[in-house]
């Protein structure tokens, strides 16, 4: 079976999407990457092992299953179709603790601009 992009190819689009996974990295690891984008789209995903208790919204400690962020780097949006001049941080949760994704935001600071956004299933 023959490769795909046949490598190697003076067509940087050959080579999108472009992937990379690391369980247990530190944020300062993607640094590079970060610095090597310039104006263009991205997202990068951290998955946790689950949420903290949030007792102000009613809710224990969260399982793994719902407990990722996602960085979009030069876009509002996940599908990366919409181009920002920043970044936007998306709270994934478990869609029975919704309220957990606006509590988890407050923790650092930062507002909510959207409302909550559901999955299909």
Known sequence: MAEWPPYPTDE???YLPV???SWGAPVEAVRP???????SPATLRW???GWPAAPEVGL???GARGAFVTLCVNVRDLRLEEPATDHTVFVHVKQVEAERAPWLAAQVGPAVIGDPVMAPY
């Open 60 to 62: 224990g400690g969260g």
């Open 12 to 14: 940087p689009s050959a």
């Open 19 to 21: 992937r990379l996974g």
């Open 33 to 39: 990457f970060l610095g090597s984008l310039g104006d």
């Open 47 to 49: 998955d946790f092992m």
